[in-house]
């Protein structure tokens, strides 16, 4: 090699540009039972590889969707976060993932965590948190821009930090959700106080580089609700706003409750943003199943609301390891995201919808109309199409009568039983049989009636019922055998009239 030849210090390559590399080798190198896992997804976003936590920087841009999501490239554990990039014109059809971020600079070494995007000067602009533990292991958090070229490479800000640790709480300060109003950025911030109780941190700047602090939107000693609170949300609904958290609690006599980690909760209300206080009518839950954390909103175009979650939750030390309540980390990926629901607000309630794009994916439906199943009584909903569906249906009971689902029925009688009881107004999602994953019951109420309104999203490994046109979400992660994809109707108590479309549903992602 000649002296000219001799590689310099700008030819090593980046720690960026060698993260990305990694991330890079590990999705072609991934194991063969990632793509042959019958588990996988086919409408739902999910990890090529690795492990996926929350939705981040949701935006649309010159009518491109962009999703973000948290991702280990690694391996199916919570360690090493870069942020993954999938976009679409349609919210259905869904490109590869790219790395948006990758935890490769010092104020962001242990992680690029959540945050959100807007579009600012025709640009998007991506804000995350730099997840840094000091030689302590103390966590150091700084609040960072990143930019998202033409070329769809994301570029970090060279001024970063934009907000360094601060005064008066503790290192558990992350999630930005950054929008702007009034002739003003907003951002909202989850943070904890120096007393260990969650709250939200409203900052504003004028140039979405300055940033000064408004004030608490709640939580904090005045109206304690949880230890810290995650991936917090202003969402703006015609008619009202509403405060979306996920709080992290300590177990206790609240555990099984509203007031235990792991969902998400809104209060309908309003922001001030004089003071930063939100002042609401009180906590409720975004989604009554077992798997729905840390959803993230933004408005598109067209001016609709649109929420993602993960379809998942934080683990615990005490729990079953991961890798038994979600199987698929057996084959080397583990979680996805919620299909995108538009909201609205009715009073003080969220409605949420899939969005209706979604409906591009349906195939020819198998319809049932006025099928009358005596009390007692079973209907096979023979011919149905496989494992991934979209199933709508009315169900009149006699009074005292219910019917359950049995979904993703066959020889190993392992369904999952998603029972709807419209007199008492409750639905509820019973995990037990399935064997396979966790297990469980999970109960959502609704405003009882003379009849069962449901739309049941399926898709291999999920499940997502919407009751009453969206009054009530229910997400899960299921792990059904592969074979079985019949569809059982019972009829409890009393006699049952029912109408059904299900629709089978073609595949969405790259
Ligand atoms: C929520 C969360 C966020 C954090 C991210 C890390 O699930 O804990 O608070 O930014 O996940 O992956």
């Known amino acids: 090699m000649s002296k000219s030849e001799t590689p310099t210090s700008q030819d090593s390559v980046s720690p960026d540009a060698e993260l ?48 973000c999501y948290q991702w280990n490239p690694f391996g199916p554990v919570h360690a090493s976060k870069f942020w993954a990039h999938v976009t679409s014109t ?7 993932p790219s790395v948006a971020l990758a935890p490769s600079d010092p104020l962001d070494k242990d992680g690029c965590y959540s945050g959100s995007g807007i579009v600012a000067d025709g640009v998007v602009q991506f804000f995350y948190t730099g997840n ?17 070229g033409a070329d769809g490479e994301v570029t970090k800000y060279s001024g ?62 005045a109206a304690p609700l949880g230890y810290m609170w995650e991936c917090p949300d202003v969402v703006r609904l015609d008619g009202g706003e509403i405060l979306m958290i996920s709080p992290q609690f300590d177990e206790g006599p609240d555990a099984g409750t509203e007031r235990h980690s ?68 057996d084959n080397g990926w583990v979680h996805c995201l919620t299909v995108p629901r538009t909201l609205r607000l009715e009073g003080d309630h969220l409605i949420q919808w899939p969005v209706e794009e979604l409906e591009e ?41 219910a019917l359950t689902l049995r979904l993703r029925e066959g020889d190993s009688s392992r369904p999952l039983l998603v029972t709807i009881d419209h007199w008492s107004g409750t639905v509820t999602l019973d995990r037990t049989l399935l064997g ?27 499940v997502e019922v919407f009751i009453d046109g969206g009054r009530l979400a229910l997400s899960a992660r299921i792990y059904p055998m592969a074979d079985d994809t019949q569809i059982v109707v019972d009829a409890t108590g009393a006699p049952m009239t029912l109408d059904l479309a299900c629709h089978p549903m073609r595949a969405g992602l790259a």
Request: contains cysteine; glycine residues 12%.
């Open 262 to 329: 792991d969902v998400t909760l809104y209060n309908p209300g309003m922001l001030d943003l004089a003071t930063g206080r939100f002042t609401g009518s009180g906590f409720r839950r975004v989604d009554a199943g077992p798997d729905f954390y840390a959803p993230q909103s933004f408005t598109d175009d067209s001016g609709r609301v649109i929420m993602v979650g993960w379809m998942g939750k934080p683990d615990h030390d005490e729990q079953p390891a991961l890798v038994v309540k979600h199987p698929s980390a």
């Open 361 to 401: 994916l349906r195939g020819e439906p198998m319809t049932l109309s006025g099928a009358v199943v005596e009390a007692g009584a079973s209907l096979d909903v023979a011919g149905l199409p496989g494992t991934a569906f979209d199933l709508e249906l009315t169900a009149a009971c006699e009074p005292g009568g």
């Open 20 to 67: 990305r590399a990694r991330a890079a080798q590990a999705v072609a190198d991934r194991p063969e039972a990632v793509d042959a896992d019958p588990w996988r997804q086919t409408f739902h976003i999910q990890p090529p590889v690795g492990l996926l936590n929350d939705p981040n920087g949701l935006v649309q841009h010159e009518g491109v969707y962009h999703v």
């Open 132 to 148: 840094v533990r000091g030689p302590a292991k103390e966590r150091l958090p700084y609040q960072n821009l990143a930019t998202l």
């Open 90 to 96: 349609d919210l259905v059809h869904w490109s590869e």
């Open 160 to 221: 970063n930090p934009l907000i360094r640790p601060l005064e008066g709480y503790s290192g558990h300060i992350r999630d930005p959700k950054v929008w702007s109003a009034e002739g003003s950025y907003w951002m909202l911030l989850g943070a904890q106080t120096l007393d260990e109780l969650g709250t939200g941190l409203l900052v504003r700047s004028a140039n979405l580089l300055e940033w000064e602090m408004v004030g608490e939107v709640g939580g904090g000693t």
């Open 436 to 462: 396979t994953g966790e297990g469980g019951v999970h109960t959502g109420s609704f405003d009882p009636g003379d009849r069962a309104t449901a739309r049941i999203l399926v898709d291999n490994s999920s």
